[in-house]
């Protein structure tokens, strides 16, 4: 019994090692399959479901794009002389997706002391943007010298390249500075409010004057290549090419030599000169002081170059668009208000007075003294402030408030320079209760009447509301852009009686022929007429001065008005003087330009002549 179960159990033992063989097998052929399964799923899973992102992304190490930022639209002034234009510079551009720790701090160490830049600012640039396929421009219009250095580091700047791209130029300098403006690369805010307008990184637009006014224009459209680089950024091949488009050219109304004349006429004086044509509004110069040279806005600005820019007194504020109290300039529209009001006629004569007493406050005449009987000529001429009191209280604030409104005070003027026009401020009662908790009053009245109080104006409105007299009624909207000018309704009818025109002009005459404005009755120009003006600003602070005048007197085609800002002296001494040489300016110019063409036209009939002669001596020999 024994070997029998002996051998029995032998036999179990044996049949049970063979099937855990098998098992064995199936067991490791079991989890082969599992695993090649897995793998086979998860790689048909990114070839077929994730396999298009996976192609992109393998595309975005390999593939870069290297835009190519278009240039400008130059700027021209009225007979197509430059202004502004572009010139070729090399620029540094970043790669930000090659640059990843710890090498990128070496590289940003290396360009900080190449290029002189703050490693701080270089961080800057691509702090947001190290996934972009898109370069980044992190210096401008750099030297020769930093080309070479650059260069000579290769090896040491992945990523990092120079390209050519055009930089914007103003070849006159600080001329017309803040009519023409400057430009400079869109800031990350900048870029976020305007990305709908088709904006993107390293983006130059327009800051200010013109270029911001011309922006769509001038910018014209990007281009770019496709590229496929190595590991170490550098460019394989061209894969694709798109030319940029530049933008369009714009043409000023500005005439240079005369923008140049009324700028040496200024000198360093701090104030504005403005020139415009009566007749269509069209801008001829515009100047302002302290100025500026937008050239440097073209690359980086050094710390010191702009510490000294602003210990200028803000230049970059446009002082033609800015406000100030009009003065004794702004008679035109009192006398206006007065002779319309039908309260006083052509022929009206009052009493003036050294000075008059209302409201328990005595209102003195400039002089002191007063002028005797005056006619509204004469009060022009004389310029008596007691005078246009009493027209200006007989006619009453609302009245007058009226006619300053009419003539276009009060409200932006309609220039493109927009971004840097301020409205100024004509008050009335609702006005003076909102800011002052109490009502208009005659003293309010009294002082608006001759330009004082809380009348503000610029010097470009100033010389709209000389216009009016000069075009004979009519309010003309100033413009810098020269489109089709004559074509395009620029002004607008103020419907004053002839008789109040002819009083306005009579007594501008008046003021230059033997009042106030003598400085310009001279025979270096023809005949002007204007008007001088000079505004208290506070206690022990220099006077504000204004002249305006046009000319010819009977055919006026330029308005000229200077403007000092706490120049001191007096509007008849301090700005009539330069108001008469931008005249000379204007009139030497358009002589000489006349001389030329007649010139021209006399050798032309001369050729012409010659070439008769010449025909009828070869007819004859041939007969």
Same mark, same amino acid.
């Given at each position: 019994?024994?070997?029998?179960?002996?051998?029995?159990?032998?036999?179990?033992?044996?049949?049970?090692?063979?099937?855990?063989?098998?098992?064995?097998?199936?067991?490791?052929?079991?989890?082969?399959?599992?695993?090649?399964?897995?793998?086979?799923?998860?790689?048909?899973?990114?070839?077929?479901?994730?396999?298009?992102?996976?192609?992109?992304?393998?595309?975005?190490?390999?593939?870069?794009?290297?835009?190519?930022?278009?240039?400008?639209?130059?700027?021209?002034?009225?007979?197509?002389?430059?202004?502004?234009?572009?010139?070729?510079?090399?620029?540094?551009?970043?790669?930000?997706?090659?640059?990843?720790?710890?090498?990128?701090?070496?590289?940003?160490?290396?360009?900080?002391?190449?290029?002189?830049?703050?490693?701080?600012?270089?961080?800057?640039?691509?702090?947001?943007?190290?996934?972009?396929?898109?370069?980044?421009?992190?210096?401008?219009?750099?030297?020769?010298?930093?080309?070479?250095?650059?260069?000579?580091?290769?090896?040491?700047?992945?990523?990092?390249?120079?390209?050519?791209?055009?930089?914007?130029?103003?070849?006159?300098?600080?001329?017309?500075?803040?009519?023409?403006?400057?430009?400079?690369?869109?800031?990350?805010?900048?870029?976020?409010?305007?990305?709908?307008?088709?904006?993107?990184?390293?983006?130059?637009?327009?800051?200010?004057?013109?270029?911001?006014?011309?922006?769509?224009?001038?910018?014209?459209?990007?281009?770019?290549?496709?590229?496929?680089?190595?590991?170490?950024?550098?460019?394989?091949?061209?894969?694709?090419?798109?030319?940029?488009?530049?933008?369009?050219?714009?043409?000023?109304?500005?005439?240079?030599?005369?923008?140049?004349?009324?700028?040496?006429?200024?000198?360093?004086?701090?104030?504005?000169?403005?020139?415009?044509?009566?007749?269509?509004?069209?801008?001829?110069?515009?100047?302002?002081?302290?100025?500026?040279?937008?050239?440097?806005?073209?690359?980086?600005?050094?710390?010191?170059?702009?510490?000294?820019?602003?210990?200028?007194?803000?230049?970059?504020?446009?002082?033609?668009?800015?406000?100030?109290?009009?003065?004794?300039?702004?008679?035109?529209?009192?006398?206006?208000?007065?002779?319309?009001?039908?309260?006083?006629?052509?022929?009206?004569?009052?009493?003036?007075?050294?000075?008059?007493?209302?409201?328990?406050?005595?209102?003195?005449?400039?002089?002191?003294?007063?002028?005797?009987?005056?006619?509204?000529?004469?009060?022009?001429?004389?310029?008596?402030?007691?005078?246009?009191?009493?027209?200006?209280?007989?006619?009453?604030?609302?009245?007058?408030?009226?006619?300053?409104?009419?003539?276009?005070?009060?409200?932006?003027?309609?220039?493109?320079?927009?971004?840097?026009?301020?409205?100024?401020?004509?008050?009335?009662?609702?006005?003076?209760?909102?800011?002052?908790?109490?009502?208009?009053?005659? !003293?309010?009245? $009294?002082?608006?009447?001759? +330009?004082?109080?809380?009348?503000?104006?610029? @010097?470009?409105? #100033?010389? *709209?509301? &000389?216009?009016?007299?000069?075009?004979?009624?009519?309010?003309?909207?100033?413009?810098?852009?020269?489109?089709?000018?004559?074509?395009?309704?620029?002004?607008?009818?103020?419907?004053?009686?002839?008789?109040?025109?002819?009083?306005?002009?009579?007594?501008?005459?008046?003021?230059?022929?033997?009042?106030?404005?003598?400085?310009?009755?001279?025979?270096?120009?023809?005949?002007?007429?204007?008007?001088?003006?000079?505004?208290?600003?506070?206690? !022990?602070?220099? $006077?504000?001065?204004?002249? +305006?005048?046009?000319?010819?007197?009977?055919? @006026?085609?330029? #308005?000229? *008005?200077? &403007?000092?800002?706490?120049?001191?002296?007096?509007?008849?001494?301090?700005?009539?003087?330069?108001?008469?040489?931008?005249?000379?300016?204007?009139?030497?110019?358009?002589?000489?330009?006349?001389?030329?063409?007649?010139?021209?036209?006399?050798?032309?009939?001369?050729?012409?002549?010659?070439?008769?002669?010449?025909?009828?001596?070869?007819?004859?020999?041939?007969?």
């Amino acid at each position: 019994m024994a070997l029998i179960q002996s051998s029995s159990l032998d036999k179990q033992q044996k049949t049970r090692s063979v099937g855990r063989s098998y098992q064995s097998l199936i067991v490791m052929l079991i989890i082969s399959l599992l695993l090649v399964g897995t793998l086979g799923s998860r790689l048909a899973y990114l070839q077929l479901v994730e396999g298009k992102r996976n192609r992109e992304l393998a595309e975005k190490n390999r593939i870069r794009l290297m835009p190519k930022q278009p240039e400008r639209g130059n700027i021209f002034d009225r007979k197509g002389r430059i202004l502004a234009s572009s010139r070729l510079a090399r620029s540094v551009y970043l790669w930000p997706r090659i640059n990843k720790e710890p090498h990128w701090l070496k590289t940003r160490q290396r360009l900080a002391q190449i290029l002189d830049i703050p490693e701080t600012d270089i961080q800057k640039r691509v702090i947001g943007r190290e996934n972009s396929s898109t370069l980044i421009r992190i210096a401008r219009d750099i030297s020769p010298e930093q080309i070479t250095a650059l260069e000579e580091s290769r090896n040491q700047l992945e990523g990092v390249s120079v390209d050519i791209e055009a930089l914007r130029m103003y070849p006159n300098g600080e001329l017309a500075a803040h009519v023409l403006g400057y430009t400079g690369e869109l800031s990350d805010i900048e870029l976020y409010k305007r990305r709908q307008e088709g904006y993107r990184i390293g983006d130059i637009v327009g800051q200010m004057g013109a270029e911001y006014a011309f922006e769509p224009s001038l910018r014209g459209t990007w281009g770019g290549q496709q590229v496929e680089v190595d590991g170490r950024g550098q460019i394989v091949r061209i894969l694709g090419e798109k030319p940029s488009k530049p933008g369009k050219n714009v043409q000023l109304t500005l005439d240079l030599e005369l923008q140049k004349a009324a700028e040496a006429v200024l000198g360093e004086n701090k104030g504005s000169i403005v020139a415009i044509d009566p007749r269509n509004g069209a801008i001829l110069a515009m100047v302002s002081r302290p100025a500026f040279d937008p050239n440097i806005f073209s690359s980086r600005i050094k710390p010191e170059t702009w510490k000294k820019l602003q210990a200028k007194d803000h230049p970059f504020v446009n002082r033609a668009l800015q406000a100030f109290p009009p003065a004794s300039t702004f008679k035109i529209v009192t006398t206006t208000a007065g002779l319309e009001s039908g309260k006083f006629s052509p022929n009206t004569v009052l009493q003036t007075y050294p000075a008059i007493r209302v409201g328990g406050i005595w209102f003195a005449d400039w002089n002191r003294a007063g002028f005797g009987p005056l006619g509204f000529v004469g009060a022009m001429k004389w310029s008596s402030d007691t005078f246009f009191y009493q027209v200006g209280m007989r006619v009453g604030g609302p009245t007058l408030i009226e006619w300053t409104r009419k003539f276009g005070f009060g409200k932006e003027t309609g220039c493109e320079l927009k971004k840097e026009e301020v409205a100024g401020l004509v008050p009335d009662n609702d006005w003076k209760l909102r800011r002052m908790k109490y009502e208009w009053t005659v !003293g309010d009245t $009294v002082n608006m009447s001759i +330009g004082q109080g809380f009348l503000q104006t610029t @010097p470009l409105q #100033v010389a *709209v509301m &000389f216009a009016v007299p000069a075009n004979g009624g009519y309010r003309v909207q100033p413009h810098i852009l020269k489109d089709n000018e004559e074509a395009r309704s620029w002004r607008e009818s103020l419907n004053m009686k002839p008789e109040t025109v002819k009083i306005l002009q009579e007594g501008l005459r008046a003021t230059v022929t033997n009042g106030t404005g003598r400085a310009l009755n001279v025979k270096t120009i023809p005949p002007a007429a204007g008007k001088s003006g000079t505004s208290e600003v506070g206690h !022990g602070k220099k $006077v504000h001065t204004w002249f +305006g005048a046009y000319a010819p007197e009977d055919k @006026p085609e330029i #308005v000229v *008005v200077a &403007f000092g800002e706490h120049s001191g002296g007096g509007g008849g001494s301090f700005a009539a003087p330069k108001v008469l040489k931008v005249l000379e300016a204007y009139f030497n110019q358009k002589e000489a330009a006349q001389g030329k063409a007649e010139s021209k036209e006399k050798e032309e009939k001369k050729d012409t002549s010659k070439g008769r002669r010449q025909r009828a001596e070869g007819r004859r020999t041939r007969g």
